[in-house]
């Protein structure tokens, strides 16, 4: 079976530029969560997603967004990019079901450095 | 707000040594509670969760109890090796608040043959 696939694993841009990150979960699982993880403040929740609709979000800027397709993969998009927003961005899929609550399978992460 | 607390690594053990990395929580209510690992190279993985007071969480000989009266979940092995070497997550969610986890700062442990 299939990880949790993070596209693309390493990117840099610069300031202002916009960047898309894209997550393909496992078969099946249709919750799609993403975190941002940095040295600094560690892993923060940025917001989930359950068959397209956002269920939770964390407490950033609107400046980061994400969506979910029909087929569960998502996508999550960070705009007018700031040095601070270097960071892995983890994705992680469940099967969101209430006994499983919390029970998160991670990707890799997709790395962004920002100069 | 809930938050975290697990403390500061690294943690450096030689082989077979006994290992406890401590986890307080702050919440409001009654949280599940979970362990993940990032081993090297690798994501985040679940280690092991318990769901109310009292209960043992156990996976590849690491324990964690529940304890709610010093809202801790402090995890233990009573002999590391080195494939134990990675960052361990200690992390925190609310039933009602689907997967939006509350994660420590994390611990790196290191372990010496």
């Known amino acids: 079976k299939a990880g949790v696939t993070q596209t693309p694993r390493y990117l840099i841009k610069t300031r202002g530029q916009q960047v898309t990150l894209s997550c393909s979960p496992i078969?099946?699982?249709?919750?799609v969560s993403w975190y941002q993880q940095t040295p600094g403040q560690g892993l923060q929740f940025l917001f989930e997603?359950?068959?397209?609709?956002?269920?939770n979000k964390g407490n950033f800027p609107g400046r980061f967004s994400g969506r979910q397709f029909s087929n569960s993969r998502s996508e999550m998009n960070v705009s007018t990019l700031e040095l601070g927003d270097s960071a892995l961005y983890l994705c992680?899929?469940?099967?969101?079901?209430?006994?499983?609550?919390?029970?998160?399978?991670f990707g890799e992460g997709s790395r962004l450095t920002v100069l | 707000g809930d938050s975290v607390t697990q403390m500061e690594g690294p943690v450096t053990l030689s082989e077979e040594a006994f290992l406890t990395i401590n986890c307080t929580y702050t919440?409001?209510?009654?949280?599940?509670l979970f362990w993940y690992v990032q081993y090297p190279g690798e994501g985040l993985q679940l280690l092991l969760k318990?769901?109310?007071?009292?209960d043992k969480g156990s996976n590849k000989g690491f324990e964690a109890t529940y304890r709610k009266e010093t809202t801790s979940f402090h995890l233990e092995k009573g002999s590391v090796q080195v494939s134990d070497s990675a960052v361990y997550f200690c992390?925190?969610?609310?039933?009602?608040?689907?997967?939006?986890?509350?994660f420590g700062g994390g611990t790196r442990l290191m372990v010496k043959p």
């Open positions: 318990a769901t109310k007071a009292d």
């Open positions: 078969s099946g699982h249709r919750s």
């Open positions: 919440a409001t209510g009654y949280p599940s």
């Open positions: 992390a925190l969610i609310f039933n009602n608040a689907g997967n939006m986890l509350t």
């Open positions: 997603y359950f068959s397209e609709t956002q269920r």
């Open positions: 992680a899929s469940s099967l969101a079901l209430g006994a499983n609550t919390g029970e998160l399978f």
